[in-house]
């Protein structure tokens, strides 16, 4: 199945050629201390980048041509750049650094610190802290609007969602969610988020501006994180080993695909033609086909590996 339409294989054509690239997942290998880069077309390893600490959240700059990884164990955010391949800076944050989330239009990103409860605001041209703002007990997955304006904290063992205002630096607003939120996501309108969680196996839906809880989906057991492709939400249940799928219009569960090895980090193509999926106990990555829900390939990374966050670029 193509991936491209064949305008935008035109148009790649005429592109300069250091702005042509591959389509490529960054993942985090938290077992092996790795970052795989991985060709999403080929299903292949281009390149296996160390980094130490036990890596497990990752985001990507603005303009893709950076990743930032969260190390829990060492306590640091590593900087990699992905036109070498090599970690270029890294910088110590804290006890416990693990969500992140990059600004979409600027050089900043944002360090969910499980331990002390805070976000760590990090202006990404100095690769140094900048604020920090209280949110609640455990912060976990993060997720920026797409207009840039806000960011939302799945703060797990609070069992609610900060809304934080970006420039003020401010929670505007705190909502209450499942038990044990721990993946977020926000749809490409802004309009809402949607929350893993653990403790009471079912998602939550958002609607950000209300700041209102409008439905749940139950799905399976220990869901993780959360895609969203042609108006379903696509939920990695950690302990089922299944992917459940749910309308997002009615929230009722459509379908569940067995998938592998406890699925943890999840996210959709930019054409929401195809979904990938990190296996934590396969060490693979899986692609998965948004319309058949056929998994159509699977590719071996580093150990453990988990991808929690915005991965793809």
């Known amino acids: 199945m193509s991936r491209f339409s064949i305008f935008v294989v035109a148009a790649l054509v005429f592109l300069p ?5 591959a389509a490529e997942a960054v993942i985090t290998n938290q077992l092996g201390d790795s ?21 497990a959240g990752v985001a990507l700059s603005y303009d893709k041509s ?43 990103v944002y360090v969910a610190d499980w331990y002390v409860h805070k976000i760590i605001v990090i202006d990404t041209v100095a690769l140094k802290p900048v604020a920090e703002v209280s949110v609640g007990q455990s912060p976990s997955g993060l997720a920026v609007t797409p207009d840039g304006k806000l960011l939302l904290s799945a703060d797990r063992d609070s069992n609610a969602v900060s809304i934080i205002d970006i420039e003020t630096r401010t929670v505007t607003a705190t909502v209450p969610v ?8 926000v749809d490409r309108t802004g309009h809402r ?104 390939a699977r590719a071996n990374v580093g150990g453990g590996p988990r991808a929690f966050g915005r991965f793809l670029r």
């Open 17 to 21: 050629p250091q702005h042509a690239r």
């Open 35 to 55: 970052v795989s880069i991985l060709n999403t077309a080929t299903m292949t390893v281009a390149a296996e980048i160390k980094i130490g600490g036990k890596p």
């Open 66 to 108: 950076h990743a930032y990884v969260t190390a829990p164990d060492s306590g640091e955010l590593a900087e990699v750049d992905l036109k070498q391949n090599v970690v270029a800076r890294r910088i110590k944050l804290g006890s416990g650094p693990l969500g992140v989330a990059a600004h979409p239009t600027k050089p900043e």
């Open 178 to 185: 499942g038990e044990r939120p721990f993946g977020l996501t």
């Open 193 to 296: 988020a949607y929350t893993a969680n653990v403790g009471s196996n079912d998602v939550t839906v958002v609607d950000i501006a209300s700041r209102a809880v409008v439905g749940t989906a139950t799905v399976g057991r220990r869901p993780y994180a959360v895609a969203l492709a042609q108006g379903r939400a696509f939920v990695t249940d950690q302990n089922a080993g299944t992917i459940s799928v749910f309308d997002t219009a009615s929230f009722k569960l459509t379908d569940t695909i067995e998938a592998c090895d406890h699925p943890e980090g999840i996210q959709a193509n930019a054409y929401e033609s195809a979904l990938f999926i990190a296996c934590w106990g396969d060490d693979v990555v899986l692609r998965l086909d948004a319309a058949t829900l056929e998994i159509t």
